[in-house]
């Protein structure tokens, strides 16, 4: 089993920027790649990105290309997502979730190949 919490939400002014945190435990951090999502009011839950298990390959939705990065700790058990230039429409609810199923240096941008999931944090981004 994998516990997966969620850190680091909040409320924000469009402009600004945000660091969330997602704490691993109950497995080997470096067995599973490791993805974020949102879901919005209203909206159907979305790929946000993706790193694999070493860090070494990652991807991004094309909305937030160039503005977020994604990034993991290995040894602290810790994923990353660090958002800059938020806007309003970067509103949602974040989760991070875990797929041990990908080979090391893979990727997957669906939700449905993810097997463990946090509770989620509120970003909220103010105009």
């Known amino acids: 089993q994998v516990q997966l919490v969620e850190s680091g939400g909040g409320l924000v002014q469009a402009g600004g920027s945000l660091r969330l945190s997602c704490a691993a435990s109950?497995?080997?951090?470096?067995?599973?790649?490791m993805g974020w999502f949102r879901q919005a009011p209203g909206k159907e839950r979305e790929f946000v990105a993706a790193?694999?298990?070493?860090?070494?390959?990652?991807s991004y939705a094309d909305s937030v290309k160039g503005r977020f990065t994604i990034s993991r700790d290995n040894a602290k058990n810790t994923m990353y997502l660090q958002m800059n230039s938020l806007k309003p429409e970067d509103t949602a609810v974040y989760s991070c979730?875990?797929?041990?199923?990908?080979?090391?240096?893979?990727?997957?941008?669906?939700?449905?190949?993810?097997?463990?999931w946090g509770q989620g944090t509120q970003v909220t981004v103010s105009s």
């Open positions: 979730a875990g797929d041990l199923r990908r080979s090391s240096v893979m990727v997957t941008t669906a939700a449905a190949d993810y097997d463990y």
């Open positions: 109950g497995r080997t951090f470096s067995s599973y790649a």
């Open positions: 790193i694999s298990r070493g860090g070494g390959s990652t």
